[in-house]
């Protein structure tokens, strides 16, 4: 099974900031790797996928990254909203596997 | 957009055997893959299994011995079935899905859960 390695498990962060969560995949995945927004008591949702495509109504400031194994979520100045777990998933091949999440306060 | 809605027993004993329902709507099951995916309280997210437009599935590794997810397209509905359950697998558990076939390995479209309790 292809193992997913999210950092850091919790962050603190300010509006002024830059936020950045990263996802290793324990082999190569190519770039079917997507993120996903999950706030308390509500299913998770879909932020990006192909590592780097925007979902539909996903603002701006979300972007996403990819080197190698190696992937990245940043927030640009979030806001107060952004608050929630984040959780990365990877479907290159069955089994699929979530990240341990990240759990963002602002 | 497509929907779905998962139907379950809220409160089952261990040893016995859970069976949690997805209906789905505005969506081919014959079209998308439809995934089972649970979270324990104050835990992450676990992929349970999916099972593919063609009726094929595939499952947790960890899980496969005691999952079964199966279909009736007739009904719009896909079953999770997991056995032999312990007080750990109380979570809620999720269906999820796709919009597009142009995307099929993401999971744009979730249901609200369905809160399990396993109590002995």
């Known amino acids: 099974d292809i193992q997913m390695t999210q950092s850091p498990a919790s962050l603190s962060a300010s509006l002024e900031e830059v936020v950045t969560i990263t996802c290793k995949a324990s082999q190569g995945i190519d770039d079917y790797l997507s993120w996903y927004q999950q706030k308390p008591g509500k299913s998770p949702q879909l932020l990006i996928y192909?590592?780097?495509n925007l979902a539909d109504g996903v603002p701006s400031r979300f972007s996403g990254s990819r080197s190698g194994t190696q992937f990245s979520l940043k927030i640009r100045r979030p806001q107060v909203d952004d608050s929630g777990i984040y959780y990365c998933l990877q479907s290159f091949s069955t089994p699929w596997t979530f990240g341990g999440g990240t759990k963002l306060e602002l | 957009q497509v929907q779905m809605k998962e139907t379950g027993p809220g409160l089952v004993q261990t040893t016995q055997t859970l069976s949690v329902a997805c209906t789905v709507s505005r969506f081919s099951l014959s079209s998308y893959g439809v995934h089972w995916i649970r979270q324990a309280p104050g835990k992450g997210l676990d992929w349970l299994g999916v099972?593919?437009?063609?009726?094929?599935?595939n499952y947790n590794s960890a899980l496969i011995s005691r999952l079964t997810i199966s279909w009736d397209p007739s009904k719009s509905q896909v079953f999770l079935t997991m056995n032999s359950l312990h007080t750990d697998d109380t979570a809620v558990y999720y269906c999820?899905?796709?919009?597009?076939?142009?995307?099929?390995?993401?999971?744009?479209?979730w249901g609200q859960g369905a809160s399990v309790t396993v109590s002995s």
């Open positions: 192909d590592a780097t």
């Open positions: 999820a899905g796709n919009n597009s076939p142009r995307i099929w390995y993401v999971l744009d479209a």
């Open positions: 099972i593919w437009g063609d009726g094929n599935t």
